[in-house]
């Protein structure tokens, strides 16, 4: 595992011009004899159908309902059957040590999420367009938030990959049908007619979309296959994994918490069985930390010289500090005093680096009295922590702010049903769940708990806010 790319590649041998056959051949069999209002029809019915994917155990001899159309039924039962299974190297020890480290940081988890991997995500600027296309910033940073959340938390919470009631598999398994159906409606067909020969196809030209509604908007958008690759190809897939395992172990780090090298193996392994049933290439998923940083810097690289050349899809200006923004603003919503609402931007600057902040507009200016509080805070929080972890080795100021911070975000983001969108009620109680059995930090003296408890919201199922 671990192969870096060369940016010489021809077509036929370059990741940005590959998919995942599986899952667009699934997609293909459902929408290539539909036209008009049928094609989004049938992505309706595939989504009724993808609902009743609740756990991992409902996967094995599933059957669609007897409603559904016998073409649409049998490939989604033929996809379920091809690419449920878990790899043949995931090592069950290796996924349970990746998830004791995920329930260990609990809500820590959930402030690098906002903080750096979403940050990351928007950096390479072909990625950042097609997400662009979701509608308005605000509207999009709930969707990203929450869907990305709907992955994470059912993949890594105990179980999620390799038990029957788990349900990282089934969310895994939806996500990767959901990349399809996009694929499919921007190109207009499947990925393999487009890039049939091993050259690419012409490119597709926008169009008037057919109505309201994000599937239409995908359709009518057009695409330059030749200039920007496949949508959602293999390369940006292995990208934004490496955004939820390396970004979130180099974070640690950075905050001075970082694991064991036996610990951030694990964790790269369990994401990387997350890769295989996403359908990324082995190739492209990597083992250890030093592969991962070669691998995530190239394939940053190559974002920034589209973003450079001025090269987006379809002919917008560049959406990265929109999008960026719209999250900063997201989180900072939710910080009471003003003099630290900058502390989002602050840590996402201080955890994603300098070139990444000012490519997602996070350089502008910040007022020079939270910039030396930030500066402060940070210097005497590692520099306590250091001090006093040599007599008390739980003990860690970091820690209680970003579990503080964590709830804040998970609570507002995630559970506030007020918000456009909203997350089925099964998920919700599933978070909501974990969250209360985060209460206590198992690694904290009991004074640091007791604190934590009066600083963070109430996260019982009862208060969440309902439309």
Same mark, same amino acid.
């Given at each position: 595992?671990?192969? &870096? ?21 699934? +997609? ?6 539909c036209d ?29 309902s ?5 073409? @649409? ?16 190297? =995931? ?11 995920f329930?260990?940081?609990?809500? &820590?988890? *959930?402030?690098?999420?906002? *903080? ?16 662009? $296309? ?19 938390f ?18 895994? &398994? ?7 159906? @996009? ?8 990925p ?7 050259? %690419? ?6 169009? =008037?979309?057919?109505? %309201? ?17 496949? %949508? ?49 290439e ?7 930390m ?5 691998l #995530? ?6 974002? !920034? ?5 001025? =090269? ?13 923004a ?10 009471? &005093? ?5 502390? %989002? ?23 020079? #009295?939270?910039?030396?509080? #930030?500066?402060?805070?940070?210097? =005497?929080? !590692?520099? @306590? ?6 007599? +008390?080795?739980? #003990?860690? @100021?970091?820690?209680? +702010? ?15 049903? $007020? ?7 099964a ?6 769940e ?32 309902q439309?």
């Open positions: 595992m671990g192969v &870096l790319l060369d940016p010489a590649l021809a077509p036929a041998a370059d990741p940005r011009y590959r998919a995942d056959p599986l899952a667009d051949d699934v +997609v293909n069999r459902i929408l290539a004899d008009g209002e049928e094609r989004y029809d049938a992505i309706a019915i595939v989504n009724r159908e993808l609902a009743a994917w609740t756990g991992n155990g409902v996967l094995d001899g599933w059957r669609a007897p409603a559904t159309p016998l073409r @649409i039924a049998a490939a989604l039962e033929d996809y379920l059957r091809a690419a449920s299974a878990l790899p043949a190297w =995931a090592d069950p020890a290796r996924i349970g040590a990746a998830e004791a480290v329930v260990e940081m609990s809500m &820590l988890s *959930c402030t690098l999420l906002f *903080c750096a991997s979403l940050p990351e995500c928007y950096v390479p600027v072909d990625l950042a367009s097609v997400l662009h $296309t979701a509608g308005q910033l605000e509207q999009h940073t709930d969707y990203r938030v929450r869907s990305t959340a709907a992955m994470i059912p993949v890594m919470l105990r179980g999620g990959l390799t038990a029957p009631s788990g349900g990282g598999v089934a969310q895994v &398994l939806k996500v990767r049908l959901i990349h399809a159906t @996009i694929r499919h409606l921007i190109l207009r067909g499947n393999a007619t487009v890039m049939a020969g091993g050259e %690419p196809g012409a490119t597709l030209a926008e169009r =008037a979309p057919e109505g %309201p509604g994000l599937h239409r908007a995908l359709y009518a958008r057009g695409w330059d296959v030749a200039q920007h690759g496949l %949508p959602i190809n293999q390369e940006e897939l292995a990208y934004t994994l490496l955004t939820f395992h390396y970004v979130f172990l180099r974070s640690l780090r950075r905050l001075g918490l970082g694991l064991t090298p036996a610990e951030e193996g694990a964790y790269l392994h369990g994401w990387n069985v997350v890769g295989h049933l996403l359908g990324i082995p190739a492209l998923l990597v083992d250890d030093a592969a991962a940083e070669q #995530f810097a190239r394939l940053q690289a190559r974002g !920034r010289q589209a973003a450079n050349a001025g =090269a987006l899809p379809y002919g917008a200006a560049d959406p990265r500090p929109a999008l960026a719209a999250l900063m603003g997201a989180m900072q919503d939710e910080i009471p &005093l003003r003099p630290l609402k900058p502390f %989002p931007t602050l840590l996402t600057r201080y955890l994603c680096g300098r070139t990444n902040a000012r490519e997602l507009g996070l350089d502008g200016q910040v007022s020079l #009295f939270s910039r030396t509080l #930030f500066v402060l805070c940070m210097g =005497a929080v !590692r520099g @306590i922590d250091w001090l006093v972890r040599r007599v +008390v080795p739980g #003990f860690s @100021i970091s820690r209680l +702010v970003s579990r503080v911070l964590g709830y804040r975000l998970t609570v507002k983001l995630l559970m506030d049903q $007020t918000r456009p969108l909203k997350l089925p009620e998920l919700l109680n599933g978070i909501a974990t969250v209360q059995a985060w209460h206590h930090d198992p690694k904290a003296p009991a004074w640091m708990n007791r604190i934590e408890l009066r600083l963070r919201p109430d996260t019982s199922i009862a208060s969440r806010k439309p």
